[in-house]
Every structure is written in structure tokens, then in C-alpha cells.
């Protein structure tokens, strides 16, 4: 059997008991299929990147499956008839990372951020004001007629 990292997305208006229901829905249709559910790590609600079905956030739960691709097929599949799966998304990886999810560590774990590389360098040097020339004129008197 292959081990694959499920992450799917499900409306905000639904309550963590709906989404722990869901999540044991697909259990049984993993489970049914000879595979198992490892790992689950529900991250709580995020706000979306863009607007989904007018969700402008969304539950994430991440899933660690050991089973048959027909059977993560199925859970797919019925992922896809569901109104309350807005996306979802398998990967097959060669084994389950041991721990917690980068979502699920600490911002000080995580290394440093680019912010925190220092400060940033612009090629051009800071600007002047006499670098764009001599200044113009205007005369009031040309532009009349």
C-alpha cells in the first residue's frame, strides 16, 4: 500500500464537530477499502488566499493515509460530491513525516523568516533630488491664448 498526505478544506459555517464527522466518514471509506488513517491534525480555521464559493475562510485538516490508491480515489471522488469539501488535495510521499506539521509548530521553530535576514539592499543607492535634472520653469504667459 502507498502513504500518501491528504489536506482538505472544508466551509467555515460548519461547526469542529462536523468536521470530525467528515473526517470519520472518510475513515470508514478508507478503512472499508483494506487502508488506514494514521495521523489527523484538524489546524483550525485560515483564512482563504482568494475567495471559494463565496468562503473567505475555511477548516484545514490534514490527513495521513496508508491505504490503495482506488480507495483514496473513492474518498476523492466523494470529497468532490460534497458541498462542505470546498478543495482537497493528496500527495504520495515515501514516508509520514514523525511530529507535528509545520502549520502545527511554533513560528519560533521554524527558522528564520525573511524579515529576519536583515536589512534589505537596493542596488540603485538612495535617491537625490538633483538626480532627475534642472528643474523647469513654467510660464504662466505662454499657455494663454
Do not use: C
Not at 488506514?36 to 491534525?41: L, M
Not at 477548516?59 to 478543495?87: C, F, W
Not at 536583515?118 to 504667459?141: A, H, K, L
Amino acid at each position: 500500500m502507498a502513504l500518501y498526505e491528504h489536506v482538505f478544506l472544508a466551509r467555515q459555517d460548519l461547526s469542529p464537530q462536523q468536521v470530525e464527522a467528515l473526517v470519520e466518514q472518510y475513515r470508514g471509506v478508507i478503512e472499508e477499502a483494506g487502508g488506514k488513517i494514521g495521523r489527523v491534525e484538524n489546524w483550525g480555521i485560515k483564512s482563504l488566499a482568494y475567495r471559494m464559493d463565496k468562503n473567505r475562510k475555511a477548516h484545514y485538516t490534514l490527513m495521513n493515509i496508508d491505504a490503495p490508491a482506488a480507495a483514496v480515489k473513492e474518498v476523492e471522488r466523494q470529497m468532490g460530491l460534497s458541498e462542505d469539501v470546498l478543495r482537497f488535495m493528496t500527495i504520495r510521499v515515501e514516508e509520514h513525516e514523525e511530529g507535528p506539521s509545520a502549520m502545527m509548530q511554533r513560528r519560533d521553530d521554524r527558522g528564520p523568516r525573511r524579515d529576519d535576514r536583515g536589512p534589505r539592499r537596493d542596488d540603485r543607492g538612495p535617491r537625490r533630488d538633483d538626480d532627475r535634472g534642472p528643474r523647469r520653469e513654467r510660464n504662466n504667459d505662454e499657455g494663454a491664448a
